[in-house]
């Protein structure tokens, strides 16, 4: 079983910036696609971003230029540097971590979410 623990959510006034990160533990396993979600008040869960084993990455339209995925694959750490915050930014971001168990099953797992609140 894997683990993620999120930090680095708060809130922040608008063109502000914070950096989440995810870091991920438990039983042996190998770490595929790696991910960014996010949840406002009233909405379903979206896309924000994601980075592949090789360190391609895929954004959202609505946070091209501002965020910036990475991952640290020798401490299974995941981050989300965004910049130039806005208000509609502010929702609950979900870490997602697709990954191969010691038996080469593929699972999918989430973190706990972590509040991000811009104000204007």
């Known amino acids: 079983q894997l683990q993620l623990v999120e930090s680095g959510g708060g809130l922040v006034q608008a063109g502000g910036s914070l950096e989440l990160s995810c870091t991920a533990s438990?039983?042996?396993?190998?770490?595929?696609?790696m991910g960014w979600y996010r949840q406002a008040p009233g909405k379903q869960r979206e896309l924000v971003a994601t980075i592949g084993s090789g360190g391609s990455t895929n954004y959202a339209d609505s946070v091209k230029g501002r965020f910036t995925i990475s991952r640290d694959n020798s401490k299974n750490t995941l981050y989300l540097q965004m910049n130039s915050l806005k208000p509609e930014d502010t929702a609950v971001y979900y870490c997602n971590v697709q990954a191969l168990n010691s038996v080469l099953r593929r699972n999918n797992y989430w973190g706990q979410g972590t509040q991000v609140t811009v104000s204007s």
């Open positions: 438990g039983s042996p396993f190998r770490i595929l696609a």
